[in-house]
């Protein structure tokens, strides 16, 4: 009977460590845990107030060179919406929306060149039961031409990279002038023309010998007849010629150990470290059963 059980216990034993192998190898490795979980569902709840409130959506900040722009604002709990606009300092209505549900988004769809170039304000004015209202404003401006400065990391030049519409008409050729900090023209590097479809321009602080410092770099667009289209268009440069590429370190990868999922997820224990333990104690198992029952049969004799 004792035989019997111990054999009953044994074969258990064994069962148990091959069901643990089985289990590590039935779990999904780093690739597809990364297939499976790339899924995220997002759930976006909005809780409405009592009063009115009235805000515009990602409200634009800096300049535009698109005539044609769009900007919707949010409403909640407002019977009307007075709509208003500023332009070089002129007020513009732009009307008044009715609304017909708690809340809402409404676009404000306006062709800046019907306008011009300038300073731009938008104000909308929500005004709910009992004549409570809630406003919300944002600026901006209307450029014939923007540009932003990059600086190259051998030797410290600026690249203006320019930002224009290719549809406008009305630019003929651009110009680009450099100033010092005290308002000095650089001669040196004054005044870049520019063709249209031209929007990368290098100016060779490094060959002309300019010193380090801080400058400002003023584009105008011109049209046909010599005029500027509107002011220019300043950027900040600060310019260090003694700027050297970063030396390509060699960057310690970190061993990652991946997730196995499930009620193990928060160990952080990988596949191969249940397959490796598994084997161990199938082995040691397996061994010391073999060395209990030659012990047994011996004991026998």
Do not use: C, H
Not at 209 to 224: E, L, R, S, V
């Amino acid at each position: 009977m004792r035989k019997t059980q111990k054999k009953v216990l044994g074969l258990f034993g064994l069962f148990l460590v091959a069901a643990m192998t089985v289990f590590a190898a039935s779990l999904p490795s780093p690739n597809a845990l990364a297939e499976t979980t790339g899924v995220v569902d997002t759930i976006v709840i909005r809780v409405i107030g009592d009063s009115p409130n009235v805000y515009f959506i990602d409200p634009p900040s800096g300049s535009f060179v698109e005539p044609n722009q769009t900007f919707s604002f949010n409403y909640e709990k407002i019977e009307e919406a007075r709509i208003s606009m500023t332009y070089n300092g002129t007020p513009y209505s732009l009307g008044t929306i009715t609304t017909s549900e708690d809340s809402g988004i409404w676009p404000i769809n306006i062709n800046l060149s019907d306008y011009g170039y300038g300073e731009y304000t938008i104000t909308v004015v929500g005004e709910g039961y009992g004549g409570v209202t809630d406003p919300d404003t944002i600026s901006f401006s209307y450029y014939p031409i923007t540009s932003t400065v990059e600086q190259n990391a051998e030797n410290g030049d600026p690249t203006v990279i320019l930002n224009y519409d290719d549809n406008n008409i009305d630019i003929d050729r651009i110009v680009i002038n450099v100033y010092d900090e005290y308002g000095n023209l650089v001669g040196a590097l004054s005044p870049v023309t520019v063709i249209p479809d031209n929007k990368n321009v290098l100016l060779p602080f490094a060959e002309k010998n300019i010193p380090a410092g801080k400058y400002t770099i003023a584009t105008t667009a011109y049209n046909a007849g010599g005029d500027p289209l509107y002011q220019a268009y300043d950027t900040i440069f600060t310019y260090k010629p003694d700027v050297q590429p970063a030396p390509d370190d060699e960057e310690d990868e970190d061993i990652v150990v991946p997730n196995t999922g499930g009620l193990f997820e928060s160990l952080n224990i990988s596949q191969s470290d249940y397959l490796i333990t598994g084997l161990i104690i199938f082995f040691v198992v397996g061994v010391g059963g073999a060395i209990f029952i030659a012990k047994s049969k011996n004991y026998k004799r």
